[in-house]
C-alpha cells in the first residue's frame, strides 16, 4: 500500500530528531544535516508507490544513512582536510563551556571515526536515536541474534574507548581567566 | 535514557524542517501535475497529427501523371531485370536524345504529354 503525506509527514514529525542526532554525529554540519533530512524524506516520498507503512521508519533510516555516507564520499572527493565539528551555540552558553563542548565533539568524532560504518551506524541507531532491537533489526536486515551480539561488542569499545579520553564532567576544560593568570605570571618574570 | 547522553547529548533541529517539508512535498505536487498536464496535451497533439495523416491518406485523389509515372518505372525495372531482349514501355512517350557514340541509342521516357508527343515524330512507339 502506498504511502499517503499525512503518513510521511508523521514519521517526519516523530524521527526529525533522533534522525538529526544520528546524521550530526557522522557529518558534524547542522545546514548538511538538514539538507540531507530533507533528501532523505523526498526520496522516499518518491518512492512511496512501492513502499510499505510498517517499514516507513526504518527506510528513512537507511535512506538517509546512504545519503550521509554519499555525502561524505563526495566531501573526501571535493574538499581538503578534516571537517571539524561545527558546534552550534545554545543561547546563554559562555565561551568556555561553548570551548569544551566542541573539545568534545571533536573527542567523540576522532573515537567514532575509528569505528567501522555499521558499527557506528549500530552505535548512533540505538544511542542517539533510541531504536530498539526489533528496530534495528528492520534498519540492518540482520538477524536479531547479530544485531544484539554486535551492540553489545560496539557499546562496550565505545565505553572503553571514551572513559580512555577521561573527560571530567564537573570540570570545565578552559577556565575563564586562565589564560590572563599565565599572561600576568608571563609580564611579571 | 543512555549511558553516553553526556557525549552524544540530544541535539535539536530547526523548527523550520516541517515547514521546509510540506513546501517541498507541495512543489512537488505542483510539478507533477504541470507535467501530467503537459503530458496530455503533447498526447493530444500527436494523436491529432496522426488523425491528419491518416485523412488525408484516405481523401488523397489519385493523380493520372503519378500512376503513369509509376507504371513506366516499373515497366523499365522489369524489362532491365530480365535478359537482354528490346525494352517495351507501355503508357508512355519515348524521345531520341541524339548521342555521338556509336551503336548506342538513348531515349528520354516519360509520361505522354501534349510537349513529348509534338518532339515524338521520330520517336519509337510509344507501346513499344
Not at chain 1, 124 to 137: I, K, N, Y
Amino acid at each position: 500500500m502506498a504511502i499517503s503525506e499525512a503518513e510521511l509527514l508523521a514519521a517526519f514529525r516523530r524521527l526529525q530528531k533522533p534522525l538529526y542526532n544520528v546524521l550530526y554525529r557522522w557529518l558534524w554540519q547542522a545546514q548538511d544535516c538538514e539538507d540531507l533530512m530533507q533528501d532523505a524524506f523526498l526520496k522516499v516520498w518518491d518512492q512511496r508507490q512501492v513502499l510499505q507503512v510498517q517499514n516507513l521508519d526504518a527506510l528513512i533510516y537507511a535512506s538517509a544513512l546512504n545519503l550521509a555516507k554519499n555525502r561524505l564520499r563526495w566531501r573526501a572527493l571535493w574538499r581538503f582536510g578534516e571537517i571539524s565539528p561545527e558546534t552550534p551555540t545554545e543561547e546563554g552558553e559562555s565561551p568556555g563551556s561553548q570551548a569544551q563542548r566542541h573539545q568534545r565533539e571533536q573527542a567523540l568524532k576522532r573515537v567514532l571515526d575509528g569505528f567501522d560504518r555499521d558499527s557506528r551506524n549500530l552505535v548512533l541507531l540505538s544511542e542517539c536515536a533510541g531504536l530498539s532491537t526489533d528496530e534495528l533489526v528492520a534498519v540492518f536486515d540482520w538477524p536479531a541474534g547479530t544485531v544484539a551480539s554486535r551492540k553489545h561488542r560496539v557499546l562496550a569499545r565505545l565505553r572503553v574507548e571514551l572513559g580512555a579520553l577521561g573527560f571530567d564532567e564537573s570540570k570545565p576544560i578552559i577556565e575563564a581567566g586562565s589564560h590572563a593568570g599565565e599572561r600576568q605570571k608571563g609580564a611579571g618574570a | 535514557m543512555s549511558e553516553f547522553e553526556s557525549w552524544l547529548p540530544a541535539l535539536e533541529p530547526s523548527a523550520a524542517s516541517y515547514a521546509r517539508l510540506t513546501e517541498a512535498l507541495a512543489r512537488r505536487n505542483r510539478r507533477r501535475t504541470r507535467m501530467g498536464r503537459g503530458l496530455r496535451l503533447a498526447g493530444l497533439c500527436a494523436g491529432l497529427a496522426f488523425a491528419s495523416v491518416i485523412s488525408l491518406m484516405l481523401l488523397r485523389q489519385p493523380d493520372p501523371t503519378r500512376e503513369q509515372q509509376a507504371a513506366i518505372s516499373a515497366s523499365l525495372e522489369l524489362a532491365f531485370a530480365g535478359p537482354h531482349i528490346d525494352l517495351v514501355v507501355s503508357n508512355g512517350d519515348a524521345i531520341a536524345v541524339p548521342v555521338n557514340a556509336p551503336n548506342v541509342r538513348f531515349y528520354w521516357v516519360a509520361v505522354a504529354t501534349g510537349e513529348i508527343a509534338n518532339h515524338n515524330s521520330s520517336s519509337p512507339s510509344p507501346s513499344r
